[in-house]
């Protein structure tokens, strides 16, 4: 915990809450193996491991071959014989070698066996964009695992996520791909992180509004905030959903928000096409349709390869972006 | 450990050859119960591939990847093992899998298609049948590993096929298992085609076995239509995982002799000269012949070992008769430990479409 000696919680970045909750669960059960590649000594590209490897041995915190595909079909073998992995994928686009292990295996064991091999294991990817870093290290690749039937997809916003959900994947039965967003890896918030979270497939209204209702998740629910602070001094009053959880998918909190307004905009930096901006927009449309006043707008990434440095500003919804889409919701005084 | 001693003989070894005769010194060979121990198996395996493959014509099966003229590799993978090691089989070892135990009817369901695997992984120490290829590699090297970890005396058996080794998993699980000192054996069978792919399409390499050199992985390579080199070479591969020298690489020469699964004409890659040479290294026929001379293999005892096949065969032909109709529910319970929100919506709505089904 946290804690001063006047009783008050310090700020802590979402980078050092996760690596609280990778050092809490491995004090709490001797089963949870943390490796990758860089995860040892140096204790991460983003320092999310740091100090494991001394604290618990490299046994439990350890260097890999750098190959993806061998990282988590190795974690499928650790699983089947009692262990719990966590594995780091170090970037996004970096988990792309690993894809098989994660679609045929990961994600099919349980079903394949009736239920007789449970695959415990937590692939924790650094996502999305933001940050200004060359290709292959800012794809936002929800949509592919999201797609994946048998797997858990979470994504936090918060700092107090960040550990109560990584605490949450590793406690799973069943495979969680946790999407940490690189760019609040170093935000920080005053927590406690002993205060329960919400569980894995609940979403949280993050601001209360009663004019429109903005969905966002990871990278954009800090953004989706921001916009409605922006739409507050002009007189518009933005309530904000944390989808949290993109598997499960909290249809009820989101479609009870939505309702509530009556206007939606989903915002999500990945691209847009065939997206899960896309899925929320449908799901919302189909179960809240007599309560809309207007099309569920999405604002989203264009359907590009992540942009090079230089002009992914170009590209990443913004606050103008997401009010301009607030605006064309048919408002009765417009 | 130089490169020298990883690198494996110019020759497969062979203790027996095709007519019967021993090609080695006498005490090489594995003790005449264990030859006959696996004689049994070979006639039983044998007898579980043709039983299979007639099953496949009557639409009882699916498909059927017949592992006839590999028989020995088959049954030697699995004789090596002791009762705490794994089997991590390919979806052409389902005469290994029996070997280990596993009834040959819970094998099959997944090639019946009754379901994906039909036996329990766990409690039988056999990994369910991979399909695609060289992906169970990595898992064996994984469940080794953590055997390391938690102290258990456990070697993994990891089976692929010859077009497995030019897969990236096969060659980052020799990578692995060789940095991690896992107890696993890594058991090449080169049965000369991957689907109509001949191996000279597949590698020039000197042998498969040769892959090992560059993980620093002893490689070996065995006749493998002689279950008693398989016995020696797997044995001998198996106790050096087993004591600690790290895993090993043993590539067994045979042939299918059948095509790949009843989807394939094989006529369309090679001639019946050539699989007609392969037969006359039958290793049901070779292990017959030199257990025979040997005065091991009595006419009862034949008796015997076709009446356990012909016992097999007939709860095979028995089981797989059985119409099961897998339960529609089963489709949402299996995905997640408990079924998400929309898994159970599904769930209702199919059993709501089954039900007026069943009411018309």
Redesign the interface.
Known sequence: MAENPAGQHEKITMAQALNRALRDAMTEDDSVLMFGEDVGPLGGVFRITDGLTAEFGENRCFDTPLAESGIVGMAVGLAMNGMRPVVEMQFDAFAYPAFEQVVSHVAKLRNRTKGKLAMPITIRIPYAGGIGGVEHHCDSSEAYYVHTPGLTVLAPATVADGYAMLRAAIASPDPVVVLEPKKLYFSKDEVDLEVPQPGIGRAVVRREGTDATLIAYGTSVPLALEAADVAAAEGRSLQVVDVRSLVPFDDETVCAAVRSTGRAVVVAESAGFASVASEITARVTERCFHHLAAPVRRVTGFDIPYPPPKLERYHLPSVDRILDAVDSLQWDDA | MSHADLLPADVPVQLIDPDGRVTASADALPSPEALLRAHEALVIGRRINDQAYALVRQGRLAVYPSSHGQEACEVAATLVLEQQD?LFPTYRDTVSIVSRGVDPVEVLVLLKGD???GY????TKV??QAT?LA?Q???????????T??GEDTVVMAMCGDGATSE??FH??L??AA?FKAPVVFFVQNNEFAISVPLARQSVAPSLAHKGVGYGVRGQRVDGNDVAALLSVLGAAVEAARSGEGPQLVEAHTYRMQAHTNADDATRYRTDDDVEAWRSRDPLLRSAAYLTAQGLLTDDRVAEMDEKAEQVAAAMRAGLMADVQPDPQ?LF?????EP???LREQAAFLAEELSREDAV
């Open positions: 794994w379901w994906h695997s329990d992984p766990v409690a990994a369910p695609p992906t590699l990595l898992h064996a090297v994984g469940v080794a590993h953590a055997a970890l938690r990236g998993d980052e699980a990578n692995f940095v089963e319970q299996h995905v997640y430990a998400t929100p929309q």
